[in-house]
């Protein structure tokens, strides 16, 4: 884990318990605790019980974790398995 990590704000948006939004949820509450412990605020937007939201930031696929901070915008699709493919897309370098 690197010293310089900066604040990262992230969205989650899932399609309530349904099996890949569970995991989508739990790796990237492992992912973030891991790599940007207390460097982090990652909000999770069930769109079944928020769908203002998601026509908001016009999804096209679920799960979806937008990155806002730090720039650029990030999307990434799936159930964020693959922590280095999560971290790439997050633009953290390992």
Same mark, same amino acid.
């Given at each position: 884990m690197k010293d310089d990590? /900066?604040?990262y704000e992230m969205? #989650?948006?899932?399609? +309530?318990?349904?099996p890949n939004s569970v995991r989508a949820v739990a790796n990237m509450k492992k992912i973030c605790e891991t790599y940007f412990p207390g460097n982090y605020k990652l909000?999770?937007?069930?769109i079944y019980q928020q769908p203002? #939201?998601?026509k908001d930031e016009q999804l096209i696929a679920l799960p979806m974790l937008i990155k806002s901070s730090p720039l /650029? #915008?990030?999307r990434l699709i799936g159930d964020m398995s693959d922590t280095n493919k999560v971290l790439? +897309? #997050?633009d953290y370098d390992l």
């Open positions: 990590v /900066p604040y969205q #989650l948006f899932i399609t +309530g318990a349904t909000e999770i937007i069930d203002f #939201l998601a /650029p #915008l990030k790439k +897309g #997050l």
